[in-house]
Structures are given as C-alpha cells and as structure tokens.
C-alpha cells in the first residue's frame, strides 16, 4: 500500500501564487509516474499535470506557462508550483501516483489516491 499525503492548499487572491506537495510512504517501490488532478464543485477531475520515470512534465494547456510540476523520486515526492492564479483554478487538487509490479510481460499496476487539498482563488 501506498499513502500520499498532500499540503499546501489555501486561499490566495487573482494573480497570486500557491505551492502543492505531495509526499508518498509505504510501500512505493515501483512508483513510475506522479501527477496533480483537480476537481472543481461540479465538474469531473481533470488531470492538470503529470511526469513520468522519464522526467517530462506534462500540462493541460489552460495551465501551460503557469504550472511547473516538479518530482524527486529518492524522496517520492511530486510538487505543484502554481502562478498567476485564476479564479477558474479554483478547486479540490488531488495528487495520484501510479504504480507498477510484475514481470515486463504480464505487468500489473495501480493508481493510489491523496486525500485532496482546497485551492481557493479570489476575484
């Protein structure tokens, strides 16, 4: 099992700047990919960011040039620097970390869930 611990959420105005952290514990042997998702009130999760064993960070495009994702696999721990903050960032910001196991040729993988954390932007 794998336990992901999020922090850094809170209120901030337009413009203004929040960091997330996520720290994984437990059994994170195999932990190939980290990644931020956010769920707004009435809306489905998205994905916002996500980097891979390979160390490239990906973004959905309303968040491009404002988020940096950032992972430090010795420590299992994946962060969120967000700038310029919008209203429409708004939201409950989930950290996922994927996991896989087994033999190359019958892999068996997992994802594993935070618990969230509030992101509130003001107008």
């Known amino acids: 099992q794998v336990q992901l611990v999020e922090s850094g959420g809170g209120l901030v105005q337009t413009g203004g700047s929040l960091r997330l952290s996520c720290a994984a514990s437990g059994r994170t042997r195999g932990i190939d990919a980290m990644a931020w998702y956010r769920q707004a009130p009435g809306k489905e999760r998205e994905l916002v960011a996500s980097m891979g064993s390979d160390y490239v960070p990906n973004y959905i495009d309303p968040v491009k040039g404002r988020f940096t994702i950032t992972r430090d696999v010795a420590k299992n721990t994946v962060d969120l620097q967000m700038n310029n903050l919008k209203p429409e960032d708004t939201a409950v910001y989930y950290c996922?970390?994927?996991?896989?196991?087994?033999?190359?040729?019958?892999?068996?993988?997992?994802?594993?869930w935070g618990q969230g954390t509030q992101v509130t932007v003001s107008s």
């Open positions: 996922k970390a994927h996991q896989s196991w087994g033999p190359v040729e019958r892999q068996y993988s997992r994802d594993y």
